[in-house]
């Protein structure tokens, strides 16, 4: 399995552009994580998703970040217009179908380094 | 709620010493517990994980994290710290049944040759 794929990478963007991150979590599982890391402020929990819906987006900072997950494969997160205070690296991760004793183990994508000038 | 504390943003050792990264926790309910490892440009990844029986959990690379409930702690452990164990670590707490779990702030672990 080639796990948890993000796009792009690195982003360089200028003050109030649009930015979109892509996520394309491991085939099979059923949630998915869109984390924010910066050194101020550690690991943030922006949204989750359950088979494709929506969850819990209270982390989501404001109302210029939105995330969408159209189908079990590939979900995005938008940010228009971003700040700099954007800057940060964005995860993704999935897990898989809780059954049984099911460990809620979390597997991350590589991140996106995204800087806003 | 649930929450983690973990003490101390830097531990230094040197390569041979032993490694002891200090995560303490709150739950309400009884908890899973996670160590992730980050690596430098590199998502995190699952060193081990406790969820019930023994409390004695071993992970990848040599790592263990002991469960104790009295002390609500699950401090990860290694007896020689080896120069490639320098990353940031990630403890984590997830209420049974709410699989969301809480990551605490990290600690870097820095090894000196």
């Known amino acids: 399995d080639a796990g948890v794929i993000q796009s792009p990478r690195h982003e360089v963007t200028e003050m109030g552009q649009e930015v979109t991150l892509r996520c394309k979590p491991i085939s099979g599982h059923d949630y998915l994580f869109w984390y924010r890391q910066t050194m101020m402020r550690g690991l943030e929990l922006l949204i989750y998703f359950n088979n494709n819906v929506p969850i819990d987006d209270s982390g989501m900072p404001e109302d210029r970040f939105s995330a969408k997950m159209p189908n079990a494969s590939f979900s995005t997160l938008k940010i228009q217009p971003s700040e700099p205070r954007d800057s940060a690296v964005y995860f993704c991760a999935s897990s898989p179908p809780r059954m049984g004793f099911s460990t809620d183990t979390q597997y991350f994508g590589p991140g996106t380094r995204l800087t806003v000038l | ?113």
Request: glycine share 8%; proline share 5%.
């Open chain 2, 1 to 113: 709620a649930q929450s983690v504390t973990q003490l101390g943003s830097h531990v230094s050792v040197s390569e041979g010493a032993l490694v002891l990264l200090r995560c303490n926790y709150s739950s309400s309910v009884p908890p899973y517990l996670f160590w992730y490892v980050q690596y430098p440009n590199q998502g995190l990844q699952l060193l081990l994980k406790y969820t019930t029986g023994a409390t004695l959990v071993k992970g990848i690379n040599g790592f263990e994290a002991e469960f104790k409930k009295s002390e609500t702690s699950f401090h990860l452990t290694k007896p020689s710290a080896h120069m490639s164990d320098a990353a940031e670590y990630f403890c984590a707490v997830s209420e049974g049944g709410s699989y969301i779990p809480t990551f605490g702030r990290g600690t870097s672990l820095i090894v000196h040759p």
